[in-house]
């Protein structure tokens, strides 16, 4: 189906099924832990080994010897897989470094050997007894000292321009009456998802299947193939329940990779689940910025000139944190300038992490766009409202296909109280607390991608869908059956979804948020086609018929759909696939940030007190598993803010606090009640489901709104992530 043309009303738009709060058809397997994943299948294949990762212990180097005799002759050992036995490799499309080093070492636990035992305990026991000797060679760790040497890069589809320019900035930056010019930073981050990544590969012949966790199922499969030297219609990724994944998860990693490296070598089935200690390192992060931020602006608050500048790193051959990327749409401003530039480092492999470029962007903007309101002495909602716009800033003639940010921003106001907000710092006492309040903008753009499905129609009247589509915790279960319930007008208990295999036909994955709105889009497609057919059989005017409590009906005669299907079943097949109206309308979610925080005055604790984010992102497909979307997405801003760092060694070039003792994210007693506001929306040129993802704007601007309140409650303001007593304790107003 080709959608090429706003969406007009069609089935979905009666929303008795689709738009509607239903529990999580999955939430039963889970809570009673029958959901398998990717580590648990225990009845697939039998007689799986274990497999134990070796990371490298230098950043960058060669590995000079490696002993692995007394390993080989531990108990239960089967084998050990290195760089010297694993054959010749090649290298993923979505992969920067080899995910096998040897004898080069691009990075601190980089995956050196797999060893192979007949059970978890005998193989880590015998990993121990690898000796391996390294040659290091120095490197680059530190983004502060390496910006200088900084480059722009290649442009390419994902990160846009690397510089833009419109009007003249700094002529008009120069001649502003209010101006801030300001440095912010943003530390490494880690996935740090419940879930490691794990995987059970087995071979039949020439054909391999592989039993993991992964989000994007195509991308898994195409980068398997390459990387093994093997057809890609020999390999078959299964993953129909992922433990979170955040962008960790998106592409082709170690564990996959050293699972089907040890079925060959132990001919038989093995299991890989990287240890926690080696998923910071060995798998990828979200990179550091550092990020200039210049901001002109008249007296009566309107912004004249706006330019952000950012830097990150990675590997040779890696890609920028596109951090100025929100900065190009979401306010107005006739004279502007976005500039990125990268710097090679050693450290491990940067990558996308949930709302890549926004979510540290909006770190940096939205506290840009509070000081500059301060200057102004407007409030700081009015002033992002002032800035509003209904086009493209760098584009005019692109108007916005729905922008309802200053709805976002005013329904959050008024119910979160900002009136009662003392503008003035460090004024508002609850007893030992200082409280303040912040808001920020949230923002992030709607990806359209190809997306198919299979429908089937069963002479019972079930109806079941195939799709490669993921569900990382999200939901998609649940929202592919309203889509084709409400589709097929069959209650949602008649519908069976089956996801996460490379023999469905390829969807969008899960990632960007993108993966809602297209996944239902293309299982839309199929249903479009099966009740064609279904008409067809049954002798109705596919174009008149109605599909609904379980029946075909058109004018008086009514018949059972599963009528159709007497003879057999009945499937069909199709993809979405889109034209230009992503080019010709910008497509974007908006939203509004609230928060409330208390620092103590004595000891300068900060805490969370309340948080309330408002959406805009079109329809939105089941309000109850969008909302856990949103507070997840908040309480990652919150850690983002508060206390979320991967500390680097600067000398040695790896992630110090490589586990969860370690690296802290939030807990239940960190986070308060979280309130979630969608606005009444609907996109009719994103898809037919009139939809957008909401996933990740989330958590794009909490951060920021963190930080704001943290200012607002104390007057110090801190530009640092994350926001720890280190950077303002010493600063905070005397005790009274």
Same mark, same amino acid.
């Given at each position: 189906?080709k959608f090429d *043309? ?15 709060? /239903?529990?999580?058809?999955?939430g039963?397997?889970?809570t ?5 994943y990717?580590?648990e299948?225990?009845?697939?294949v ?11 212990g ?14 080989? *002759?531990?108990?239960g ?5 290195t760089?010297?036995? &694993?054959?010749?490799?090649g290298?993923?499309d979505h ?7 040897g004898?080069?070492? $691009? ?16 193989a ?7 000796k ?10 530190d983004?502060?000292?390496?910006k ?5 890069p290649e442009?390419n ?9 419109i009007g003249?900035f700094?002529a ?5 009456? %209010?101006t801030?010019?300001a440095?912010?930073t ?8 419940m879930e ?6 087995a071979?039949?012949?020439?054909r391999?299947t592989v039993w993991?966790s992964n $989000?994007m199922?195509a991308?898994?499969?195409a980068?398997l193939?390459?990387?093994l030297?093997i057809?890609?219609e ?7 329940f ?5 962008g960790?998860?998106?592409?082709? #990693?170690a ?11 132990? #001919? ?7 240890q926690?200690? /080696?998923i910071?390192?060995?798998t990828?992060?979200r990179?550091?910025?550092?990020q *200039?931020?210049?901001?002109g602006?008249?007296r009566?608050?309107?912004?004249t000139?706006?330019g ?12 920028? @944190?596109?951090a100025?990327?929100?900065t190009r749409?979401?306010?107005?401003? &006739? ?7 990268l ?5 491990? =492999? ?5 709302a890549?470029?926004?979510a540290?962007?909006?770190?940096a903007?939205?506290i840009?766009?509070d000081?500059?309101a301060?200057k102004?002495?407007?409030d700081?909602?009015e002033?992002r409202?002032?800035n509003d716009?209904s086009?493209d800033?760098e ?7 729905a #922008?309802?940010?200053?709805?976002c921003?005013r329904?959050?106001?008024?119910r979160?109280g900002w009136n009662?907000?003392d503008?003035?710092?460090?004024r ?7 409280i303040?309040?912040?808001v920020? &903008?949230?923002?992030r753009?709607? /990806?359209?991608?190809?997306?198919g499905?299979?429908v ?5 009247g079930?109806?079941?869908? =195939?799709t ?6 999200t939901?998609?279960y649940?929202?592919?059956?309203q889509t084709a319930?409400?589709m097929?007008?069959v209650p949602?208990?008649?519908?069976t ?10 969807s969008a994955?899960s990632g ?7 996944s239902t889009?293309g299982?839309y497609?199929? +249903?479009?086609k099966?009740?064609e057919?279904i008409?067809?059989?049954l ?9 609904e409590n ?12 599963a ?11 199709d993809?979405?696939e889109?034209g230009?109206?992503s @080019?010709?309308? $910008?497509q974007s979610t908006?939203?509004?940030?609230f %928060?409330e925080v ?9 805490r ?6 408002? +959406?805009?992102?079109?329809r939105?497909?089941?309000p109850?598993?969008a909302?856990s ?5 908040m309480t990652?801003?919150?850690g983002a803010?508060l206390?979320?760092e991967?500390?680097v060694d600067?000398?040695r070039g790896?992630?110090v ?11 239940h007693?960190d986070i ?6 969608f606005?009444d929306?609907t996109?009719p040129?994103s898809?037919?489901?009139k939809a957008?993802?909401v996933? =990740?704007l989330?958590? +794009? ?5 963190v930080?704001?309140a943290?200012?607002?409650a ?13 950077k ?7 005790v009274a």
């Amino acid at each position: 189906m080709k959608f090429d *043309r706003p969406a007009t009303q069609n089935p979905i738009d009666r929303l008795k099924v689709v738009g509607q709060p /239903l529990d999580r058809i999955d939430g039963p397997l889970k809570t009673t832990g029958t959901a398998p994943y990717a580590y648990e299948h225990h009845d697939v294949v039998a007689d799986a080994a274990y497999g134990w990762t070796i990371g490298a212990g230098i950043a960058i180097g060669r590995i000079t010897r490696m002993d692995l005799a007394e390993a080989e *002759r531990a108990p239960g050992v089967i084998a050990i897989v290195t760089a010297d036995n &694993a054959g010749l490799l090649g290298k993923g499309d979505h992969n920067t470094v080899r995910l096998l080093g040897g004898p080069d070492v $691009q990075h601190y636990h980089q995956a050196v050997a797999l060893v192979i035992a007949e059970s978890f305990e005998q193989a880590r026991a015998a990993a121990g007894l690898v000796k391996i000797d390294y040659a290091a060679e120095p490197g680059v760790f530190d983004l502060t000292a390496a910006k200088g040497s900084a480059i722009a890069p290649e442009p390419n589809e994902l990160t846009g321009p690397v510089d833009t320019r419109i009007g003249d900035f700094a002529a008009a930056f120069a001649e502003a009456p %209010v101006t801030l010019d300001a440095t912010y930073t943003t530390p490494d981050h880690s996935h740090a998802m419940m879930e490691p990544h794990a995987t059970l590969a087995a071979w039949e012949g020439d054909r391999l299947t592989v039993w993991t966790s992964n $989000q994007m199922i195509a991308w898994a499969t195409a980068d398997l193939a390459k990387t093994l030297g093997i057809a890609p219609e020999n390999v078959r990724v299964v993953s129909p329940f992922i433990g979170g994944g955040f962008g960790g998860k998106l592409f082709l #990693r170690a564990d996959v990779l050293l699972a089907a490296l040890g079925a060959r070598a132990a #001919r038989r089935p093995v299991k890989v689940a990287l240890q926690r200690p /080696l998923i910071a390192n060995n798998t990828t992060h979200r990179p550091a910025t550092i990020q *200039r931020i210049r901001i002109g602006a008249r007296r009566d608050g309107t912004i004249t000139a706006i330019g952000h500048e950012s830097w990150s790193g990675d590997q040779p051959g890696g890609g920028l @944190e596109t951090a100025v990327s929100q900065t190009r749409l979401l306010y107005a401003g &006739a004279n502007r300038m976005t500039a990125m530039r990268l710097a090679e480092l050693h450290l491990p =492999e940067g990558n996308a992490m949930r709302a890549p470029g926004e979510a540290p962007g909006m770190m940096a903007l939205e506290i840009a766009m509070d000081e500059v309101a301060e200057k102004l002495e407007i409030d700081p909602v009015e002033f992002r409202i002032i800035n509003d716009t209904s086009v493209d800033p760098e584009n005019p003639e692109r108007p916005f296909s729905a #922008r309802a940010l200053a709805e976002c921003l005013r329904q959050g106001a008024e119910r979160f109280g900002w009136n009662r907000r003392d503008p003035r710092p460090g004024r508002t006492r609850d007893g030992r607390w200082l409280i303040g309040m912040g808001v920020a &903008a949230a923002f992030r753009n709607n /990806l359209l991608i190809t997306s198919g499905a299979r429908v089937r129609l069963d002479g019972t009247g079930q109806v079941t869908v =195939e799709t490669d589509m993921t569900d990382i915790g999200t939901g998609s279960y649940t929202i592919i059956a309203q889509t084709a319930a409400e589709m097929m007008g069959v209650p949602v208990e008649r519908v069976t979804v089956r996801l996460g295999d490379s023999d469905f036909p390829v969807s969008a994955g899960s990632g960007g948020q993108f993966g809602a709105n297209n996944s239902t889009a293309g299982v839309y497609a199929a +249903c479009v086609k099966l009740r064609e057919e279904i008409a067809r059989r049954l002798g109705f005017n596919s174009e008149a018929a109605e599909f609904e409590n379980g029946e075909v009906r058109s004018g008086n005669r009514a018949m059972p759909i599963a009528a159709a299907a007497a003879e057999g079943d009945i499937v069909a097949e199709d993809k979405i696939e889109y034209g230009d109206l992503s @080019e010709r309308y $910008q497509q974007s979610t908006f939203g509004g940030h609230f %928060v409330e925080v208390g620092v103590d005055i004595a000891t300068g604790e900060a805490r969370i007190r309340r948080m309330l984010a408002v +959406c805009a992102a079109g329809r939105i497909l089941n309000p109850k598993s969008a909302r856990s979307q949103v507070i997840g997405a908040m309480t990652m801003g919150a850690g983002a803010a508060l206390m979320e760092e991967l500390a680097v060694d600067t000398r040695r070039g790896f992630f110090v606090n490589h586990d969860l003792a370690g690296y802290e994210v939030p807990v239940h007693a960190d986070i308060p009640h979280q309130d979630v506001i969608f606005v009444d929306e609907t996109d009719p040129m994103s898809s037919p489901m009139k939809a957008k993802g909401v996933g =990740e704007l989330g958590i +794009c601007g909490v951060a920021a709104a963190v930080a704001n309140a943290v200012y607002n409650a104390t007057g110090v303001r801190v530009r640092d992530y994350p926001i720890t007593l280190d950077k303002y304790l010493d600063r905070l107003p005397d005790v009274a």
